[in-house]
T-cell receptor, first 111, second 115 residues
Framework: SQQGEEDPQALSIQEGENATMNCSYK?????LQWYRQNSGRGLVHLIL?????REKHSGRLRVTLDTSKKSSSLLITASRAADTASYFC???????????FGQGTRLTINP | DTEVTQTPKHLVMGMTNKKSLKCEQH?????MYWYKQKAKKPPELMFV???????INESVPSRFSPECPNSSLLNLHLHALQPEDSALYLC??????????????FGPGTRLTVL
């Protein structure tokens, strides 16, 4: 089964609102990463948070990690139409040399 | 140069054809990856090369054959594919060492259709 599960599967909000996406995972990790994918294109790395970190910021993005609950959240503040995309969390399992991607959240920002 | 390039962008092939996908990066990354992505699904790892050596093969069928001729290039040779192999094939690269400790840079992908 997938290591990362995301919710919601789809999210539609108005421009200017905040968007929150959640990711849960099952086993211990080294780090957790968030990626964005515009329709049919390659993925763009957004942020990496290590297992000993609890929160990171990058511009309008805020990521939290709760290793006790095995969960992470991505908050996009003041959303823009250009934020419309699919967002994936990806986990690096302890001892593994690869990333495992969650199912993704499809975010739509309505003008 | 922080770009990963992939050619071709689109590829249509028959089940008896032989074709190759190409990926190139000039960021000095020594880890390179092939992923397969079906519509509305997450990318699935196929292969990882580290320092030009195959380090991970995720039990991919032998009709997919990867090759890493040098530190900047990664190829995926395709032969006798099936229609269910139609997907977006993504190449990525990252800094050397353990693949998942670093962010990965993705190319735009090759949209493959097998008839």
């Amino acid at each position: 089964s997938q290591q990362g599960e995301e919710d919601p599967q789809a999210l539609s909000i108005q421009e200017g609102e905040n968007a929150t996406m959640n990711c849960s995972y099952k086993t211990s990790i080294n780090n957790l990463q968030w990626y964005r994918q515009n329709s049919g294109r390659g993925l763009v790395h957004l942020i990496l948070i290590r297992s000993n970190e609890r929160e990171k910021h990058s511009g309008r993005l805020r990521v939290t990690l709760d290793t006790s609950k095995k969960s992470s959240s991505l908050l996009i503040t003041a959303s823009r139409a250009a934020d419309t995309a699919s967002y994936f969390c990806a986990t690096n399992l302890m001892g593994a040399q690869k990333l495992v991607f969650g199912q993704g959240t499809r975010l739509t920002i309505n003008p | 140069d922080t770009e990963v390039t992939q050619t071709p962008k689109h590829l249509v092939m028959g089940m008896t054809n032989k074709k190759s996908l190409k990926c190139e990066q000039h960021m000095g990354h020594r880890a390179m990856y092939w992923y397969k992505q079906k519509a509305k699904k997450p990318p699935e790892l196929m292969f990882v090369y580290s320092y030009e050596k195959l380090s991970i093969n995720e039990s991919v069928p032998s009709r997919f054959s990867p090759e890493c001729p040098n530190s900047s290039l990664l190829n995926l040779h395709l032969h006798a594919l099936q229609p269910e192999d139609s997907a977006l094939y993504l190449c990525a690269s990252s800094q050397a060492g353990l693949a998942a400790y670093n962010e990965q840079f993705f190319g735009p992908g090759t949209r493959l259709t097998v008839l």
